[in-house]
């Protein structure tokens, strides 16, 4: 059973920055898919970005250019910085680890951008 916890969310400004980190048990950590979702309140659940064990990064249309995902695999650590934040970025966002029949998910953490 891998074990994801997610941390660094918060209150922000329109137009800073936030930077989420997401821990995963595990030996193999470095085989892991990993990839960040966010789900904003009465919305379903979407991909935010993703990166893959050879370090192959996806991003989703929203995030292209802003949002930038990392993984520090000494550390089983994966990051999303998020810049240039604005309300409609505004939900609850979740790592998720994926890996042959491992597919797991933290509890998420909450961002909220507001003045």
């Known amino acids: 059973q891998v074990q994801v916890v997610e941390s660094g969310g918060g209150l922000v400004q329109p137009g800073g920055s936030l930077r989420l980190s997401c821990k995963a048990s595990?030996?193999?950590?470095?085989?892991?898919?990993l990839a960040w979702y966010r789900q904003a309140p009465g919305k379903e659940r979407e991909l935010v970005a993703s990166i893959n064990a050879i370090a192959r990064r996806n991003y989703a249309d929203a995030a292209k250019g802003r949002f930038t995902i990392s993984r520090e695999d000494a550390k089983n650590t994966v990051h999303l910085q998020m810049n240039s934040l604005n309300p409609d970025d505004t939900a609850v966002y979740y790592c998720?680890?994926?890996?042959?029949?491992?597919?797991?998910w933290g509890q998420g953490t909450e961002v909220t951008v507001s003045s």
């Open positions: 595990g030996r193999i950590f470095s085989m892991y898919n």
């Open positions: 998720n680890v994926r890996w042959r029949d491992i597919d797991a």
